[in-house]
């Protein structure tokens, strides 16, 4: 997506540069034109590369905790990318679940969720029940400490993170 708006607009936007959800206002574009040039983006998923190395490996270890569910709010026309370069990631998972935003993941009843949505888990921290793990990027590294909401820096530490958890719910 920064490449795309780079050579759109000659900017430098960088994935670090993103200090914020409202991302559009960053790049100076509308929120229409932004969420185009996601999608965008996208339709190329062969140059998305992963936030981390080894991603595959560090999501299947998830597995041992329960199933492994793909919630996204993307738009539907990008569904079909997302999940070629899961497949392409060698990411495995149980279901691929699209919503209408960020917002209404919220409306599932996943026990636990692991976003990089500070207004994800805001909603989830206001809920009586259920656990978010927040991934750290730029945009959302100033989010607050909220109850039931822990936050990781890599997928690595996602599964002490569980077992946590785990030993809280008994």
């Known amino acids: 997506m920064c490449r795309i708006i780079n050579e759109r607009l000659s900017t430098q ?3 670090e540069s993103i200090t914020r959800w409202n991302a559009w ?12 040039t996601l999608d965008a983006a996208w339709y190329d998923w062969k140059a998305v590369p992963p936030t981390e190395e080894n991603l595959a490996e560090k999501v299947s270890r998830l597995r041992q905790f329960g199933k ?15 999940s070629s370069w899961l497949q ?10 699209r919503t209408e935003s960020t917002r209404s ?6 026990d ?7 207004e994800l888990m805001s909603l989830l921290a206001s809920r009586l029940d259920g656990w978010g793990i927040l991934y750290l990027r730029p945009w959302n590294r100033d989010a607050p400490d909220m109850p039931r909401i822990f936050k990781v820096e890599r997928w690595d530490e996602i599964p002490a993170v569980l077992r946590e958890i785990d030993s809280n719910k008994e």
């Open 13 to 15: 936007l960088t994935v």
């Open 25 to 36: 206002e960053i790049a100076g574009i509308t929120k229409d034109e932004f969420f185009r």
């Open 68 to 82: 492994v569910d793909i919630v996204t709010g993307r738009s539907a026309e990008t569904v079909p990318h997302a």
């Open 88 to 97: 392409h990631h060698r990411i495995l998972y149980d279901k691929f679940v």
């Open 105 to 110: 993941k919220n409306r599932l009843s996943y």
């Open 112 to 118: 636990l969720f692991i976003d990089d949505s500070a």
